[in-house]
């Protein structure tokens, strides 16, 4: 199993520019999501998926565009990149069984992206 | 609602010397509580989990922590720090036994020959 696979793992834009990253997971999770991580901030959760199709809302969720086509790839679209985006991102994805203890998240390695 | 606050941001040790993180959390329902690890430039790798068994919870690497809903904490702890130990940690919480985690914002432990 490779666990969770990111795309790319460094990217650096210009203001205005769109890009996807991408996010594969071969454990067939339900649940994935997307993290930005920034300086003294924690993670903070960006958009969030239990299953093909179905697609929410985190806490940062501006400027940014998910879909959920397949359990394993849930892409993240940038679609006109501003320097506030410059961050690391992780995706992330778990079983989502109501109170079960096997709903652990396992994190890809992130992507570094810097917005010029 | 939920949230986690890591009391310390930075923390330093001595090698061969105790590592004490702490963090607090709020929950309304049962909570699931996590520490991760993240080494620099690295991805974020779970240390332990609390999911309503045994309140002393063993982690890789010789750390653990114990869960007391009394106090509402969650401390990490480890006998004796190593030089591969320094890294950022976090502290999570997930209400219920649900997949959605609440972040705290970090401790990074720096360990001193």
């Known amino acids: 199993n490779a666990g969770v696979t990111q795309t790319p793992k460094f990217q650096v834009l210009k203001t205005g520019q769109s890009m996807t990253l991408q996010c594969a997971q071969d454990?067939?999770?339900?649940?994935m999501s997307w993290y930005r991580q920034d300086p003294g901030m924690g993670l903070r959760l960006i958009h969030y998926?239990?299953?093909?199709?179905?697609?929410d809302q985190g806490e940062v969720p501006n400027g940014y565009n998910v879909s959920r086509s397949t359990t394993e790839d849930f892409p993240l679209r940038l679609l006109s990149a501003a320097p506030s985006q410059t961050s690391v991102y992780f995706c992330?994805?778990?079983?989502?069984?109501?109170?079960?203890?096997?709903?652990?998240?396992?994190f890809g390695a992130g992507t570094r992206l810097s917005v010029l | 609602a939920q949230s986690v606050t890591q009391l310390d941001s930075h923390v330093s040790v001595s090698e061969g010397t105790p590592v004490l993180l702490r963090c607090n959390y709020s929950?309304?329902?049962?909570?699931?509580l996590f520490w991760y690890v993240q080494h620099p430039n690295k991805g974020l790798q779970l240390l332990l989990k609390y999911t309503s068994a045994a309140t002393l919870v063993k982690g890789i690497n010789g750390f653990e922590a114990e869960f007391k809903k009394s106090e509402t904490s969650f401390h990490l702890t480890k006998p004796s720090a190593h030089m591969s130990d320094a890294a950022e940690y976090f502290c999570v919480v997930s209400e219920g036994g649900t997949y959605k985690y609440i972040f705290g914002t970090g401790t990074r432990l720096k360990v001193l020959a």
């Open positions: 992330a994805s778990s079983y989502s069984i109501e109170g079960s203890a096997k709903n652990i998240q396992y």
């Open positions: 998926s239990v299953g093909a199709g179905i697609t």
């Open positions: 454990m067939n999770h339900e649940y």
């Open positions: 929950s309304s329902y049962s909570p699931s």
